[in-house]
């Protein structure tokens, strides 16, 4: 006896069935091992190809159904013909059929392909994947992965179309975000973290290289501790970023709507933490306005990092850890001193620069330079390192390092917005539609 099965998709109409087609029929064999016992990925793609060819056509049947008045003139449209139009989801590929619908009276035409009819050629799911992928990836890597999920290589997944989609959603989500500036905050916060930071981005700009600058506000209760020795996790917290070479106006925007999501208002009490870059002072001090206050705090995970980076010989390291007992306890004028000593007693000439120019970096941000110990005792943030390393991997993880990679301003921007809206909880899941829906309006 031959066992076969076979998988029908039927168009029903109140309970009767008015059309079917056979998607897939295979024998039905003992398996031999795990390749033939699954369907496999030919017959997987076969299965959502028929099933959605058919429901994507009886759709397009329905819509022309519905137009029969001209929307231009009291005239009725009328049927003419037929037009085959693409339509590609997240794993296939499909030629659709649109019945042509034209005004006898005005010859008004009704849209009659997926672009003109939905403003693209995609799925909204695929869209939301090809733009997550190419925020998070290089365009090709992108393409790559939709290869290999997807069995074969297909067009519509070409890194250059990624390229597109992710740029788009990008702006629109920075247009949306820019509309909810206008959002007052309901949950008001007592007390905001806010960490501020800056890195350099390759261009292929006539500059070397851009900055960027992103930032992340989160409440101190969001803040919850892990197992010893991991790091403490983000529950709650919003991000924004920009490599805007206007003044820095958008990168304040984005913080203060990041704060307003956050919770911020007159009666919020900040601790910013910065890296000491003058530029990311400046956008914490943006936010004075709004708040009742703000400490300014040096970030403790760079100021140990800048030590750590000034190779001393065994000699000078003892004294230099001084310095650092001294920058922990938060004095500043004992810190200067015993570097100052250093620097005289440095005999190598780079070690001599870097250690001037670490003396300088502590002079210009003294007054943010606090008691650490202190804090750490009280349980009181002191360091971006506490934290996820949002701004790390907001902009180093998918656009530093990398040496081929060269950006543009436009082109890295609406990156930039992408990965933001990801790391924000929640914030991608709640916008990708509207976003979607106003890329392809505008
Ligand atoms: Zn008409």
Not at 100 to 110: G, T
Not at 295 to 302: E, P
Not at 342 to 364: C, M, Q, R, W
Request: net charge positive; with cysteine; aromatic share 6%.
């Amino acid at each position: 006896m031959r066992k076969q099965y076979k998988v029908i998709v039927q168009t029903l109409e109140d309970d009767k069935i008015t059309k079917e087609s056979t998607v897939i029929q295979d024998a039905i064999l003992a398996p031999e091992n795990c390749l033939d016992f699954a369907l496999g990925i030919d017959q997987h793609m076969k299965l959502i190809h028929g099933v959605q060819d058919h429901v994507l056509n009886e759709k397009l049947l329905c819509l022309s159904e519905q137009q029969r008045n001209c929307p231009k003139c009291p005239g009725r449209l009328v049927k003419r013909g037929k037009q085959e139009s693409v339509f590609h989801d997240i794993f296939s590929d499909h030629k659709v059929t649109f019945v042509r619908m034209r005004c006898a009276d005005c010859d008004y035409e009704a849209p009659c392909t997926t672009r003109s009819q939905f403003g693209c050629i995609q799925s909204g799911d695929l869209q939301k994947v090809q733009s997550e992928l190419g925020s998070k990836h290089s365009f090709r890597e992108a393409q790559d992965i939709l290869s290999i999920f997807s069995g074969r290589s297909r067009g519509i997944n070409n890194h250059d179309r990624i390229k597109q989609v992710t740029e788009k959603m990008g702006d629109a989500l920075y247009a949306l975000n820019t509309q909810e500036q206008k959002m007052a905050a309901i949950n008001q916060a007592s007390e905001l973290i806010l960490n501020v930071d800056g890195g350099h981005v390759k261009t292929t700009e006539n500059q070397r290289s851009i900055e960027a600058i992103a930032s992340v506000v989160y409440r101190p209760e969001s803040l919850v501790p892990n197992e010893k020795g991991t790091r403490n996790q983000l529950i709650g917290k919003h991000c924004a970023a920009s490599v805007k070479d206007d003044h820095q106006r958008e990168i304040v925007t984005a913080t203060t709507i990041a704060a307003i999501k956050e919770g911020l208002g007159p009666q919020t009490h900040i601790t910013a933490l910065c890296d000491g870059a003058s530029n990311c002072w400046n956008v914490a001090q943006s936010l004075e306005p709004h708040c009742k206050s703000i400490t300014y705090i040096l970030d403790w995970f760079h100021v140990a990092m800048k030590m750590e980076n000034i190779a001393l010989p065994s000699t000078l390291k003892s004294k230099f850890m001084r310095v650092k007992w001294h920058l922990w306890r938060g004095n500043t004028g004992n810190a200067l001193a015993r570097l100052n000593q250093l620097i005289g007693l440095s005999t190598n000439k780079k070690a001599k620069e870097k250690l001037k120019a670490f003396y300088t970096y502590i002079v210009n941000n003294a007054n943010k330079i606090i008691d650490y110990r202190a804090r750490k005792k009280a349980g009181l943030v002191f360091t971006s390192n506490l934290a996820e390393c949002t701004v790390e991997s907001l902009i180093n993880q998918r656009c530093k390092g990398k040496q081929h990679m060269r950006w543009t301003r436009a082109g890295l921007n609406p990156v930039l917005q992408l990965r933001a809206a990801i790391h924000s909880c929640g914030e991608w899941n709640a916008k990708w539609k509207s976003a979607l829906l106003n890329a392809i309006a505008a």
